[in-house]
């Protein structure tokens, strides 16, 4: 079942986690939203990461964290810690 | 000293040549192999553009699209999606390396640096307009003008829209900007955030006039001796290519 939250980061951009887990694992995840990211396709290799993760906050979190820091993302609109609020959010959905 | 910018002026093309030329561009751009440039442009027919990371399904409504006869496409650029209306606005570009001097690597930075055309523009006609960040434009609080920016190919890409006039029904009726019916309520409240030139200055300001501030406010805000100019036969071949990506339902359904 898709699960989906959506999140308006304070003073931000618009931030959308789509997920769906099987057997406690991620099995689809797709970020959506109007917040910019440079390079851009860092999103896609982010939600590749995140696929086959514990589907539980501090796996996922700690994926996010390190993927951010680890390719010094430019994010606009959200930080990396709005992506972690909103994929808790939509696993509780 | 003024620097040199090859000036593109306003044409009208389709959703996907126009998106295709500004990518043809900025690859031409960060390859050296074009100048500073700064184009203005129009969309027949109206197209609604999304954001790079935008799903169609949260943001357009297709039924609505299809009966207005408008085209959908997906720029490579983040940010909102935009009702690109061929009645209502005028679309510009600005594309420079992306080592120019002039452009910040604190995106709100280089969005402020590149958006004082607009705002420079919006004064010529007397308008007084505000940078909000992250990527907007306002007057007395109200959007007047998006922006969004990416950075690839080694150059910059700024693009944006300014708001001549605006139709709330169509503009509601393509973009979900809530879950809930179109309602003639919502529209009002939608509609009370933004504004355009003619309901500013309150006459029919035509699309020439404004395209004759927006050069001018660009000269002046960018210190930039414009140059008439037209597409290099290579950034030719490029939108070639690069149109048949946007046309693509791939591209435009990828998220």
């Known amino acids: ?93 | 000293m003024p620097q040199d910018f090859r000036f593109i002026d306003l044409k009208v093309n389709d959703a996907y040549t126009n998106m295709a030329v500004d990518e043809a561009i900025t690859k031409a751009r960060g390859e050296g192999r074009t100048p500073d440039t700064l184009r203005l442009y129009m969309w027949r027919p109206s197209a609604v553009t999304l954001g790079y990371f935008q799903s169609v399904e949260d943001e357009v409504n297709i039924e609505a699209l299809e009966r207005f006869g408008f085209n959908l496409n997906r720029r490579i650029s983040g940010g909102g999606a935009v009702l690109n209306s061929e009645k209502g606005e005028i679309t510009y570009s600005v594309i420079l390396r992306e080592d120019d001097p002039r452009v910040s690597t604190d995106p709100v930075e280089s969005y402020h640096l590149l958006c004082q055309g607009i705002i420079e523009a919006l004064a010529l006609l007397g308008v007084k307009a505000d940078f909000k960040p992250i990527n907007d434009i306002v007057v007395a609080g109200k959007k007047i003008s998006g922006n969004a920016q990416i950075r690839r190919y080694g150059a910059v890409l700024h693009h944006g829209t300014l708001l001549v006039d605006f139709d709330a029904r169509e503009m509601f009726g393509v973009l979900k900007i809530s879950k809930e019916k179109l309602s003639d309520k919502m529209i009002q409240q939608a509609e009370d955030r933004v504004t355009t030139i003619r309901r500013l200055l309150g006459r029919q300001v035509g699309f020439l006039e404004v395209r004759a501030a927006l050069e001018e406010g660009y000269r002046k805000a960018l210190d930039a001796n414009l140059i008439r100019g037209m597409l290099t036969p290579y950034e030719e071949e490029l939108v070639k290519q690069f149109r048949t990506r946007y046309e693509s339902r791939d591209w435009i359904y990828r998220r």
């Open chain 1, 1 to 93: 079942m898709l699960k989906k939250f959506e999140y308006k980061v304070p003073g931000g951009k618009l931030l959308r986690a789509k997920l769906e887990t099987t057997e406690g694992r991620i099995s689809f995840i797709q970020f959506t939203g109007d917040f910019f990211m440079d390079p851009e396709t860092d999103l896609e290799e982010l939600e590749a990461r995140l696929r086959e993760t514990p589907a539980e906050p501090d796996s996922m979190g700690s994926v996010v964290m390190g993927f951010f820091s680890e390719k010094r993302t430019v994010i606009a609109g959200a930080c990396a810690t709005d992506f972690v609020y909103v994929i808790n959010q939509a696993l509780k959905a």
